[in-house]
């Protein structure tokens, strides 16, 4: 049985970025082990570690020594290997000099080009401590670094230079060199508390050790500790922290060892608006902004220190002066843009190019506002207000606010049309129409809104895909998937009732005609755009792709008409009679395309001969008559329900009824009665996928 031992490993370098520096670390463990994998070399767990110094990580129980492997060797084709006489050409016998051994001792093997000479050698296995060093260089060169350094006048090129190396393999070190560092035993703590070095012994002491030296190395509980400490912070001012995700990753990447304090700015500042003041605290200060019980920002703050101040007053009075100076300039950005009508601002956006070929972010708006109005019109929204809406969609990108707080577009351009005096409803599409932002966010809550939001993404959509720019592989920078999935949810989860169809054509009408290429095939590509998009959606809801594929296959009004009826058959699923009707489905299908039934047959009733036939005539007579209204209700639960009652009738006729009889008459009949037995199951979905 082969050793096991823990793996250690530890870069040192300088400040890594932030924004990187979780992504990197589990990369490099990911790389690292994926090559263990390939080299056949077993582990039972791993872990990373990151702190604003250090990428590490831990391999648990690592075999010492790679196994033994098969080696397959493949030499010359056989009419190479042998002369005209059935002697072993030299390239024969050359390979069986590389394999290390004598000619007999070959075999051939069949390739698909013909049989060829084999060998199959056994590798022996190499120590792990001896090739993991390699193995690590590799991970560390195939970082995802956008931008790499140079320092001293080493040649080594690394996201940031790079101070020390540790590497151990139980309490053994593994001497080599990482960017001109050689390994140790060796690591460092905390800049300020504890700079001097550390001796690790193996991983089992790492994370304690450094713990001690304040690095809280871990990085969910160094994540913890930033969660908690604010929350307890919070509390004791009866406030609740806004704890927004990705800046609690950012926070946790810059300190390491944090220490939550209590701040505050004047209470003059709360005249501008809540999400102004939290942008300048969140993205450019990294701190955290505080509510009320009624969820209105209070005039404190929290920042996450790297140090446990002495004189921690000192430290407060600093992050108070810095910060006043960013709220005095939000301040000035919104008495200054707030003087102003938000329509006095539309003018200006003339001079901002949306897309070459797709004229100014002014023409967008034009376009949005029309092809809003129209979708109001469909969906039963005030027209005047969606086109109000969409006119001023786009005014608060030339207010100076939002061009030095990018991610308040659309939130600012609420305020300052609420200023004004602007309907509600279009106070709120304006914020609205940037919504859904990303996965799982909130949807547009009115009507207006969301016509609003649905034109601001197919105006992207269907602008982007004219002009021959749609997403390529990984490729997406106009983020259409994001928009589309956008599109979808809103259908899908408010329940909107319009065809996708009618949206496309609607939105490819706002456009000049010479401004989109390949006229003809967008719509159809921007179709299958969506219905890809669509899959993804339920996929991620765990709908089985053949559910799916049977919905898809039959006619359908809208998404919400669609997602009705994906939940009608995910529930008939479990119905007993749900496999034999697929089963019976299929063979109808089967039956019709294999006797090339492609024209509508009629049932001549004085034709049917078997009781068999009789009945399921008189059965799928009276189903037709039962689902009429409940069909026209979109019932399709209980219309499925009411179809499972033709498993019986089906199931009969397959067993006493040949339905290609000799009489062709007689055969045409029983065509025409799978035919309509076809089109009535598919008034919900095509069972016979499933």
Known sequence: MLDKLDLLFELGTEELPPKALKQMAQNLLDQVCKQLDDLDIDYQDKSFYASPRRLAFIIRNIQTMQKDRLIDKEGPFIDKAYDDKGVPTKAALGFAQACGVGFDKLSTIEHQKGKRLFYQVQQQGLRTKDIIGE?????????????????????????????????????????????????????????????????????????AKLKNAHVLVDWEM????????????????????????????EVTAIVEYPHALLCDFDQSFLRVPQEALSSAMEGHQKCFALVDKNNKLVNHFIT????????????????????????????????????????????????????????????????????????????????????????????????????????????????????HGENEAVCEAIEQQYWPKYAGDRLPNGKVAQALALAEKLDTLVGIFGIGQKPTGDKDPFALRRAAIGVL??????????????????????????QLQNINGLKEALMQFFVDRL????????????????????????????????????????????????????????????????????????????????????????????????????????????????????????????????????????????????????????????
């Open 489 to 514: 949810r809103i259908l899908k989860e408010c329940h909107v009732k319009i065809a996708l169809s009618t949206l496309v054509q609607l939105s490819i009408e706002s456009f000049a005609h010479d």
């Open 304 to 419: 996450m220190s790297n140090i446990d101040s002495h004189a921690p007053q000192t430290v407060i009075k600093g992050n108070n002066k810095v910060m006043a100076a960013r709220l005095s300039d939000a301040a000035f950005f919104y008495d200054t843009d707030v003087k102003k009508p938000l329509d006095t601002y539309i003018e200006k956006l003339k001079v901002v190019t949306f897309q070459k070929e797709l004229g100014s972010v002014y023409d967008r708006t034009q376009r949005i506002a029309l092809l809003a109005k129209s979708i109001a019109g469909h969906i039963g929204a005030d027209e005047a207000l969606a086109h109000r809406a969409g006119l001023l969609s786009k005014a608060d990108l030339m207010t100076g606010m939002v061009y030095e707080f990018t991610d308040l577009q659309g939130i600012m351009g609420k305020y300052y049309a609420r200023a």
């Open 135 to 207: 193995i690590i260089d590799g991970a560390l060169k195939r970082l995802p670094i956008p931008k790499m350094m140079r320092w001293g006048n080493e040649d080594h090129q690394f996201v940031r230079p790079v101070h020390w190396a540790v590497l151990l393999l139980g309490d053994g070190l593994i001497v080599h060199s990482f960017y001109g560092c050689k390994t140790s035993h060796i690591s460092y703590g905390h800049r300020f508390h504890h700079p001097d070095a550390i001796h690790i012994n193996s991983s089992a002491e790492y994370v």
């Open 222 to 249: 160094r994540k913890s500790t930033v969660i908690q400490s604010a929350k307890a912070l919070a509390k004791s001012q009866d406030a609740h922290v806004i704890l927004n995700d990705e800046l609690v990753e």
């Open 535 to 690: 899959k993804v959606i339920y996929k991620e809801e765990g709908v089985a792709a053949e559910i799916f594929e049977a919905v898809r296959a039959v006619a359908h009004t809208d998404v919400t008409d669609f997602d009705a009826r994906i939940s009608a058959v995910i529930e008939f699923k479990t119905h007993p009679a749900c496999e034999r009707l697929a089963q019976s489905n299929k063979r109808v299908a089967n039956i019709l395309n294999k006797n090339n039934v492609n024209q509508v047959l009629s049932i001549n009733k004085a034709l049917l001969q078997e009781p068999a036939e009789f009945t399921l005539f008189e059965a799928l007579t009276n189903t037709k008559a039962r689902l009429e209204s409940i069909l026209a209700n979109t019932e399709y639960k209980t219309a499925l329900m009411v179809l499972s009652q033709l498993d019986q009738p089906i199931a009969d006729f397959f067993e006493h009824i040949m339905v290609i009889a000799e009489d062709e008459s007689v055969k045409n009949n029983r065509l025409a009665l799978l035919q309509q037995l076809s089109v009535l199951f598919k008034q919900v979905a095509d069972l016979a996928v499933l």
